[in-house]
C-alpha cells in the first residue's frame, strides 16, 4: 500500500529535536547564532531525518523580507538580455537572494503586468530593462521603499541609478576605429529606436561623430525595413560612395544579425566593404574572417546594478560602486581589414 507524501512541519522537527518551535524557527531565520551548538546540531539532525524544507516565501512575506529581487528584460532572446540575466542571478546569490525574471517581448502592455506580479511577491528590490515607459507603476514602488536600478535604458521622470554601457564613448571608439582602417562612409544600422533611450542616445551620437570626424554617413532603422528595403538601403548606399571605401556600424547584436545575413545575400565581401558591431556575440567568431565587435562588460554592469540595490536595501552591508556607466572592448577581427 503506497503512502502520500507530504511535506513534514516544523511541530515534527522541532518534537523529533527535543525543541521548542520557537528555537526551530530561529534555526532556519536568521537567530541561529542565539542557539547552542548542541541544540542547533539536534535541528539540523531532525531537519535532514524528516527532509523537512522550510518555507522561505511564507516565512519572509511574514517577516516584511521576501528575499527577492526582480528584474524585468524588454526581450530574453536578446543576447544582451541572456548575458545580464545571468549575470544579476549570480551577484543576487552572493547577497543571500533569489531572483524573479520577468521578459516584456517589448510590449508596454506585458510590462505592466509583469510590474502588478512583481508588487504581489514583494520584491526587496528591482532591476528595470524597460521596453515602455513605466513611470507611474515605478513611482508606486519608490513610494513603498522599493529601491529600483534602472539596467541600460532610462524612464524619464524617474529618479534612479542607471546602470550600463557609455553609449556616447562606445559609438566614438567605433567611429575612430573604422577611420583609422581608412574608412571614409559610414552607414548606422538600428533597431527603431522610439522605445529605447540607449538606441536613441546611441543614433544621435552617431549623426554628430560622424559629422565631426567629417565621414560620409547615412542610418538604415531596421523595424521600418523589410528585408528587401534593407538590402535595397544597403545597395544605395554602397552605390552612392563608390569612390570611398565603405563600412556598416550596428548599434546592437540583433543588428550584426540582420547586417551579416544582408551581406551574405548580396554577396558583400567583409573587410572590402567594413562591419562592426556593438555588443560580443558568440557566432561573430565563427563568421570568417570574423566580425570586429564593442563587447559590454556585462559581468561588471550585472555586478554593479545588484551592489546599487543592495547599498539602498542596507546600506551598511554593501558599498555604492563607484562606477555605473561601462566602457566597451574592442575585439578586432577580419571584418574591418580592408
Known amino acids: 500500500m503506497s503512502s502520500i507524501s507530504r511535506r513534514s512541519t516544523i511541530v515534527e522537527v522541532a518534537r523529533l529535536a527535543g525543541a521548542s518551535k520557537t528555537s526551530v524557527s530561529r534555526y532556519f531565520g536568521e537567530e541561529r547564532d542565539r542557539l547552542s551548538p548542541s541544540l542547533q546540531a539536534r535541528i539540523a539532525h531532525a531537519a535532514g531525518t524528516l527532509g523537512y524544507q522550510p518555507n522561505q516565501m511564507a516565512r519572509g512575506l511574514k517577516g516584511g523580507r521576501s528575499k527577492l529581487i526582480g528584474i ?42 509583469h510590474l502588478d506580479l512583481l508588487g504581489a511577491y514583494q520584491v526587496e528590490g528591482l532591476v528595470v530593462n524597460a521596453s515602455g515607459n513605466p513611470e507611474r507603476q515605478l513611482h508606486t514602488f519608490i513610494s513603498l521603499g522599493t529601491p529600483i536600478v534602472l539596467l541600460d535604458r532610462e524612464v524619464d521622470h524617474v529618479e534612479a541609478e542607471v546602470v550600463g554601457l557609455d553609449n556616447h564613448l562606445a559609438i566614438d571608439m567605433a567611429l575612430k576605429y573604422l577611420a ?5 562612409a559610414v552607414l548606422y544600422v538600428s533597431e527603431a529606436p522610439e522605445q529605447s533611450s540607449t538606441r536613441q542616445r546611441r543614433l544621435s551620437r552617431f549623426h554628430q561623430a560622424a559629422e565631426q570626424r567629417g565621414l560620409h554617413n547615412a542610418t538604415l532603422l531596421l523595424a521600418a525595413s523589410n528585408g528587401t528595403a534593407a538590402q535595397q538601403t544597403l545597395s544605395d548606399f554602397l552605390a552612392a560612395h563608390q569612390q570611398h571605401a565603405c563600412a556598416v556600424l550596428c548599434g546592437n547584436g540583433t543588428a550584426t544579425l540582420a ?39 556585462t559581468d561588471a554592469i550585472s555586478k554593479s546594478a545588484v551592489e546599487c540595490l543592495m547599498h539602498r536595501i542596507a546600506p551598511h552591508t554593501s558599498a555604492m560602486p563607484t562606477t555605473v556607466s561601462f566602457a566597451p572592448s574592442l575585439i578586432e577581427r577580419g571584418s574591418t581589414q580592408r
Not at 583609422?180 to 571614409?184: A, F, K, M, N, S
Not at 555588443?279 to 566580425?291: N, Y
Open 259 to 297: 547586417v551579416t545575413r544582408l551581406f551574405q545575400q548580396l554577396g558583400l565581401p567583409l573587410g572590402k566593404v567594413g562591419l562592426m558591431g556593438i555588443d560580443e556575440l558568440d557566432w561573430c567568431a565563427l563568421v570568417p574572417p570574423g566580425i570586429t565587435t564593442l563587447a559590454q562588460p
Open 72 to 113: 524585468l528584460v524588454a526581450d530574453i532572446r536578446n543576447p544582451f538580455s541572456v548575458a545580464i540575466t545571468h549575470g544579476v542571478e549570480q551577484a543576487c546569490r552572493q547577497y543571500g537572494y533569489s531572483l524573479v525574471v520577468c521578459n516584456t517581448d517589448n510590449d508596454p502592455e506585458q510590462e505592466r503586468q
Open 180 to 184: 583609422g582602417q581608412g574608412y571614409q
